[in-house]
């Protein structure tokens, strides 16, 4: 099984990566351009599993060479599950890239990743509404803490990919209710 | 008052109301898309970047870019 690591820039996916590795890391630069990537392996329920830490990029929609090589990378692993690192505390933008990773059919977890710094600006995300909404897993995490990453591990089984037309219905049930993101020190 | 984002002054505010199409699909993922409120943060000397804060997050553009979204600004 292999797992690419994708988000932003500076949302912690290298952090997950030496995380989720330990000190078994292997550093590769990817044919063609200057870019670097690094993959690495983990042990999850005793089968081998590669993780990649992907290029930081906004969305599928590359404007410079790291994105597109993180774009490519995606591609090249039709069969990869994809951990999604968001900044917790600029989520709108993360679950924008999420999406878009969703829309082109691949399992995804999502890592609300930076919670502590989220929290700090009053900014509080029910994860387990997200989840429903997503129909994948979603877990808080901090990663430099070592918090939820475990969490996160076990439940990769669980992602699966998802309809984009579900999450449309799921949404507009919840709508009715209080909003998902509570950002209350945002100016 | 309509302007575009490149012209906005310091701590300005308003709401996206358009985006050149070519121009659409690049800042989308930034956060910056019609309807959204964002606030002027900074602008750089000598045709630097603007930095705006969109939702709460902070991003920074290219001047070229920032005149290329228009704003209807509040306040």
């Known amino acids: 099984m292999k797992i690419l690591l994708m988000g932003h820039p500076n949302v912690g996916k290298s952090v997950f990566f030496n995380r989720l590795t330990?000190?078994?890391?292997?550093?590769?630069?990817?044919?063609?351009?200057?870019?670097?990537?690094?993959?690495?392996?983990?042990?999850?329920?005793?089968?081998?599993?590669?993780?990649?830490?992907?290029?930081?990029?906004?969305?599928?929609?590359?404007?410079?060479?790291?994105?597109?090589?993180?774009?490519?990378?995606?591609?090249?692993?039709?069969?990869?599950?994809?951990?999604?690192?968001?900044?917790?505390?600029?989520?709108?933008r993360g679950i924008y890239l999420a999406l878009e990773i969703i829309e082109e059919?691949?399992?995804?977890?999502?890592?609300?990743?930076?919670?502590?710094?989220?929290?700090?600006?009053?900014?509080?995300?029910?994860?387990?509404?997200?989840?429903?909404?997503?129909?994948?897993?979603?877990?808080?995490?901090?990663?430099?803490?070592?918090?939820?990453?475990?969490?996160?591990?076990?439940?990769?089984?669980?992602?699966?990919?998802?309809?984009?037309?579900?999450?449309?219905?799921?949404?507009?049930n919840a709508s009715n209710t209080e909003s998902v993101a509570d950002a209350g020190g945002a100016a | 008052m309509k302007k575009k984002l490149s012209e906005m002054d310091y701590a300005e505010q308003g709401t996206v109301t358009g985006i050149e199409d070519d121009l659409r699909k690049r800042v989308a993922g930034m956060g910056i898309r019609v309807g959204k409120k964002l606030r002027m943060v900074t602008k750089q000397p000598i045709k630097g970047p603007v930095d705006v804060v969109v939702e709460g997050a902070e991003t920074s553009l290219g001047l070229d870019m920032a005149g290329k979204i228009t704003i209807e600004v509040t306040k």
């Open chain 1, 105 to 172: 059919g691949y399992p995804l977890v999502i890592a609300l990743n930076m919670r502590d710094v989220a929290e700090d600006k009053n900014i509080v995300i029910d994860a387990d509404r997200l989840e429903r909404i997503l129909g994948i897993p979603v877990v808080s995490t901090v990663a430099i803490a070592g918090e939820g990453i475990k969490e996160l591990v076990s439940r990769l089984k669980e992602a699966k990919p998802i309809n984009v037309e579900d999450i449309i219905a799921n949404a507009a």
């Open chain 1, 22 to 92: 330990g000190a078994n890391v292997t550093e590769s630069n990817y044919p063609g351009t200057m870019v670097d990537y690094t993959k690495g392996w983990m042990k999850i329920e005793g089968e081998d599993v590669e993780i990649v830490d992907v290029p930081g990029t906004f969305s599928l929609d590359p404007k410079d060479r790291a994105e597109e090589v993180a774009v490519a990378m995606l591609h090249e692993n039709r069969d990869a599950k994809v951990i999604s690192v968001i900044d917790a505390s600029k989520i709108e």
